[in-house]
């Protein structure tokens, strides 16, 4: 029986359940189908690399998909499919007083969860291969023609309401619409800690208010209006020991997250000694930032966004490799020396250096600088060091169906002697000869993907069946963990605000809960006066 056969026999077997684990699966494969995209780009994106993301076989793939090029084409389709439920059908609603579909329009299109750095890279990558292949430009099309026609519909109702007669309706939607656009382009060329939400809506009511005095004053300065999730955060009371249920689903708090909390943090990318030559280098994501690390001249090593100037498509698409000489980005004749510098070609300027730190042989990047109160001591904590001696032995994520704060908080609970948690989303475990990091970095509200290192002092032959013996425990454990994220997650949907825990809570997490709190404390209005 092949590998895919038996998947489809195994499957079917659990009747209904199998139904939705079909149907869980297959949104596995589509999610690391467009984190593959991001990373790689339409031609480079293969079957492999999108199964590592996933934590599937790759006979899996053939089970939902006939080819790559149907995994693409699902996964552009479902970009699709989400832009016209999420922005084109409750925009539809709202028509008839076009002031308000406006308003929502504008703020839907440029949402955090809808417009971010990794969808909108991918947009971009389908739209500059939609030439080539006929289903991306039906799909494109399809998407782009429904959405200038509600928005010249939208005009042409705010002409007719306005009196302003004089004005032509798809003149003044196609401004609409390149003014979005230029938006997207800044968003796809930054990370998320650096796009600044609220001045892209205020940008875009301010052209909406130069065109219809009367309308969208509050664009001369005030904030843009308050989603249904951020009402939900700030209304409800923040404890320090617990949270209520929809800050494992809040969009708003998992923005902010981001932000404050896993962008300032340093993150794990690799081992030094993965790095022996000028010309070596490792990439990856980082809290939702593509990385690239090279070793140049001299030993010296640098951190990039790991992203073309010109086009935000990667430079390099394997998490480690050689350069010969430099860095060259063919499709635009850009080329940049190993610190980053361009040398040949024309373009807005160098790579965007991130900041890069080394402890105990691990490299470790971060996407933000923190405010000074929020600083880890993290490299001077010993816990790294014992990584100094270790051999970096393979690189694995998986999907997970529970908010990333889930994850770590049952990590807390279930804290093993050997294991020491590094705020705010990595786990470190040093057993013996053998050594491993979890790193959990949210997806989407409710989601988030889970990255393991693994780490050995024994030599490759002889030590090959100890390790897999030695990884028995710890992935049983790991997969114990994930259940229950995934199961606790499940329960918390649609629960009501009041906590749905009681007992004791451990001081450990605790602190962590307390550091959510804060955050989420800050999305609360301020009081108005008397």
């Known amino acids: 029986m092949s590998e895919a056969s038996g998947e489809r026999t195994a499957l079917s077997e659990h009747g209904g359940g199998g139904s939705r684990i079909r149907q869980r699966q297959r949104q596995r494969l589509i999610d690391a189908c467009i984190s593959a995209l991001h990373i790689y780009g339409p031609s480079r994106t293969t079957v492999e690399k999108v199964v590592a993301l996933a934590d599937l076989s790759p006979g899996i793939v053939r089970f939902y998909f006939d080819s790559k090029a149907a995994m693409l084409v699902a996964s552009l389709e479902y970009l699709a499919a989400e832009?016209?439920?999420?922005?084109?059908?409750?925009?539809?609603?709202?028509?008839?007083?076009?002031?308000?579909?406006?308003?929502?329009?504008?703020?839907?299109?440029?949402?955090?969860?809808?417009?971010?750095?990794r969808k909108v890279s991918v947009w971009y990558a389908f739209w500059g291969e939609a030439s080539a292949r006929q289903e991306y430009q039906d799909i494109c099309g399809k998407k782009d023609e429904e959405f200038a026609a509600l928005v010249r519909e939208l005009m042409a109702r705010m002409i007719a309401s306005s009196g302003a007669s004089h004005l032509d309706a798809d003149a003044v939607a196609l401004g609409l619409m390149g003014v979005l656009e230029v938006l997207w382009q800044g968003i796809a060329f930054q990370n998320e800690a650096n796009v600044d939400r609220p001045a892209a809506v205020a940008r875009s009511l301010r052209y909406l208010h130069s065109i219809f005095p009367g309308h969208f004053n509050e664009a001369a300065g005030s904030a843009p209006p308050r989603t249904a999730s951020t009402a939900s955060t700030a209304s409800t009371a923040v404890g320090v020991d617990r949270l209520p249920p929809h800050a494992y689903r809040d969009q708003a708090l998992l923005a902010a997250e981001r932000e404050q909390l896993l962008r300032p943090a340093w993150q794990v990318l690799g081992h030094e000694s993965e790095l022996r030559a000028a010309g070596d280098?490792?990439?990856?994501?980082?809290?939702?930032?593509?990385?690239?690390?090279?070793?140049?001249?001299?030993?010296?090593?640098?951190?990039?966004?790991?992203?073309?100037?010109?086009?935000?498509?990667?430079?390099?698409?394997?998490?480690?490799?050689?350069?010969?000489?430099?860095?060259?980005?063919?499709?635009?004749?850009?080329?940049?020396?190993?610190?980053?510098?361009?040398?040949?070609?024309?373009?807005?300027?160098?790579?965007?250096?991130?900041?890069?730190?080394?402890?105990?042989?691990?490299?470790?990047?971060?996407?933000?600088?923190?405010?000074?109160?929020?600083?880890?001591?993290?490299?001077?904590?010993?816990?790294?060091?014992?990584?100094?001696?270790?051999?970096?032995?393979?690189?694995?994520?998986?999907?997970?169906?529970?908010?990333?704060?889930?994850?770590?908080?049952?990590?807390?609970?279930?804290?093993?002697?050997?294991?020491?948690?590094?705020?705010?989303?990595?786990?470190?475990?040093?057993?013996?000869?053998?050594?491993?990091?979890?790193?959990?970095?949210?997806?989407?509200?409710?989601?988030?993907?889970?990255?393991?290192?693994?780490?050995?002092?024994?030599?490759?032959?002889?030590?090959?069946?100890?390790?897999?013996?030695?990884?028995?425990?710890?992935?049983?454990?790991?997969?114990?963990?994930?259940?229950?994220?995934?199961?606790?997650?499940?329960?918390?949907?649609?629960?009501?605000?009041?906590?749905?825990?009681?007992?004791?809570?451990?001081?450990?997490?605790?602190?962590?809960?307390?550091?959510?709190?804060?955050?989420?404390?800050?999305?609360?209005?301020?009081?108005?006066?008397?």
């Open 83 to 117: 832009f016209g439920e999420r922005v084109l059908v409750p925009v539809q609603r709202l028509k008839d007083t076009p002031v308000q579909a406006l308003r929502l329009l504008v703020n839907l299109y440029l949402d955090a969860d809808i417009a971010s750095p």
């Open 281 to 530: 280098y490792l990439s990856g994501e980082v809290a939702g930032e593509r990385v690239l690390v090279v070793r140049a001249e001299r030993g010296r090593l640098h951190a990039f966004r790991n992203a073309c100037r010109r086009r935000p498509h990667a430079l390099v698409s394997a998490r480690r490799g050689h350069l010969k000489s430099a860095l060259h980005c063919a499709a635009h004749s850009l080329t940049y020396s190993f610190d980053g510098r361009l040398v040949a070609g024309t373009t807005p300027g160098d790579l965007t250096p991130l900041e890069l730190r080394r402890a105990g042989g691990l490299l470790l990047v971060r996407a933000a600088a923190p405010v000074p109160a929020a600083r880890e001591a993290l490299v001077e904590d010993a816990t790294w060091e014992a990584f100094a001696a270790l051999v970096p032995r393979t690189v694995t994520e998986q999907s997970v169906a529970a908010d990333w704060k889930l994850v770590v908080e049952h990590w807390l609970e279930a804290l093993l002697p050997q294991q020491r948690f590094v705020a705010p989303n990595q786990l470190l475990e040093v057993e013996g000869d053998r050594a491993s990091i979890l790193q959990v970095t949210p997806t989407a509200p409710g989601e988030s993907r889970l990255r393991r290192f693994e780490f050995s002092t024994a030599r490759e032959g002889a030590a090959r069946a100890q390790r897999a013996s030695g990884r028995r425990r710890p992935d049983a454990w790991l997969k114990g963990q994930i259940a229950l994220a995934e199961s606790t997650q499940a329960g918390l949907e649609g629960a009501a605000e009041a906590a749905l825990e009681i007992g004791p809570v451990d001081a450990a997490l605790a602190q962590f809960r307390a550091r959510i709190a804060a955050v989420l404390h800050a999305l609360q209005p301020e009081p108005s006066g008397p």
